[in-house]
């Protein structure tokens, strides 16, 4: 059991750093395959705090707290040849301005209205949508508390990874198919 907690941890780690990897599908197979030995509410913790651990870098590094590399820093920063102006760079300049006008706009509501982010946070923790990838990010950008950030998710990774690790055995009960 301990094996199989550890695998699912770090699954939920590698899923929250590269959205690539589904959790959900992982946690449904495996609690499909180990739904006897292992107990769903212990899965759905370990697999919830394995999501805020992955997700934390994407907030540290939104809120301001994580620098990249200098030579990374550098090398995006770099003056590049000047070049003419061609329309496709200029509308990619106006697309760029109304994106930064946008969040600079988020930020301020953000700071007005912090219960507004906490809320739209928490919801997408448990439900997803807004995606929660977006979320963790823009809570980063508007300075959500720390303590705000990992209790809320927390709590709402909880309940949603809690409920998806037990579905496989009500699914199960309600057609009368043993697992």
Known sequence: MLTWLCVAFGVAVGSALLPVVSI????????????????????????????????????????????????????????????PPTPRRERWRRRTKRVRGWLEALRGR???????????????????????????VLAGFVNMRPSLFVGAGLAGRFVRFSLLAASPAVAAGWLGIPL
């Open 110 to 136: 953000g700071h007005r209205h912090p219960h507004w982010m906490a809320s739209a946070y928490g919801g997408s923790s448990v439900l997803g949508l807004p995606p929660y990838m977006a979320t963790v």
């Open 24 to 83: 959900e599908l992982f946690l449904i197979t495996l609690m499909t395959s180990e739904s006897e030995t292992i107990p769903w509410l212990l899965v759905g913790a370990v697999v919830a705090v394995g999501q805020i651990v992955g997700k934390l870098p994407y907030y540290l590094a939104a809120r301001g707290s994580i620098h990249l590399p200098r030579f990374l820093h550098e090398r995006l920063h770099r003056h590049r040849h000047e070049r």
